[in-house]
């Protein structure tokens, strides 16, 4: 059974900063690309973040500079850490898995961020 638990919302004033953890099971994660994707109220869910296999991050340029994506493989374990936070940010953080080898994608349940001016 596939499981992605994040870790690590909350709430902060603007300028602040949280890392989210996002820890996986039931996947071979070294071979999952992982992201970041957050849902704002009213909103489509929306891509933060995204890092490959070989650890090569990508970006949303409304992130670019202040958010940073990071794995680490012998913890099975994805975090996002985001600096200079906005009240933009706001939004429920969605963890995601997909193994590019199959059609496969899962979905962690969210953890809420929001950011206070």
């Known amino acids: 059974q596939v499981q992605l638990v994040e870790s690590g919302g909350g709430l902060v004033q603007a300028g602040g900063s949280l890392r989210l953890s996002c820890a996986a099971s039931?996947?071979?994660?070294?071979?999952?690309?992982m992201g970041w994707y957050r849902q704002a109220p009213g909103k489509q869910r929306e891509l933060v973040a995204t890092?490959?296999?070989?650890?090569?991050?990508v970006y949303a340029d409304s992130v670019k500079g202040r958010f940073t994506i990071s794995r680490d493989n012998t913890k099975n374990t994805v975090y996002l850490e985001m600096n200079s936070l906005r009240p933009e940010d706001t939004a429920i953080y969605y963890c995601?898995?997909?193994?590019?080898?199959?059609?496969?994608?899962?979905w962690g349940q969210g953890t809420q961020v929001t950011v206070s001016s």
């Open positions: 995601n898995s997909r193994d590019p080898r199959t059609p496969y994608y899962y």
């Open positions: 890092i490959g296999t070989s650890g090569r991050p």
């Open positions: 039931g996947i071979i994660f070294s071979l999952n690309n």
